[in-house]
């Protein structure tokens, strides 16, 4: 049975931190793609940042040099360390595991922008 465990989402001002993780059972953590994306409401979910099993790793546009994606294959588990945190960064944050034929979802955790 495959799990992604999303945590530490919450309540931040702008100009904040937060640090989300993601622990992932019942796959072999290291041969898949890990990414973290975001659904606000009323909007489509939009990928945030990957990092693939070689360590590649891309940011969406929005995010470059205040987010930083990262993984710790022994701990099968992916973090997304989110600075300088604006108001539109306001959304669900879901964590994603995937491969060339199977992709799985974390049950999300709510990130929250305001002052």
């Known amino acids: 049975q495959v799990q992604l465990v999303e945590s530490g989402g919450g309540l931040v001002q702008p100009g904040g931190s937060l640090r989300l993780s993601c622990a992932a059972s019942g796959i072999i953590f290291s041969r898949y793609v890990m990414g973290w994306y975001r659904q606000a409401p009323g909007k489509q979910r939009d990928k945030v940042a990957e990092i693939t099993s070689g360590g590649r790793i891309n940011y969406a546009d929005s995010v470059k040099g205040r987010f930083t994606i990262s993984r710790d294959n022994a701990k099968n588990t992916v973090y997304l360390q989110m600075n300088s945190l604006k108001p539109e960064d306001t959304a669900v944050y879901y964590c994603?595991?995937?491969?060339?034929?199977?992709?799985?979802w974390g049950q999300g955790t709510q990130v929250t922008v305001s002052s």
């Open positions: 994603n595991a995937a491969t060339s034929f199977s992709r799985y």
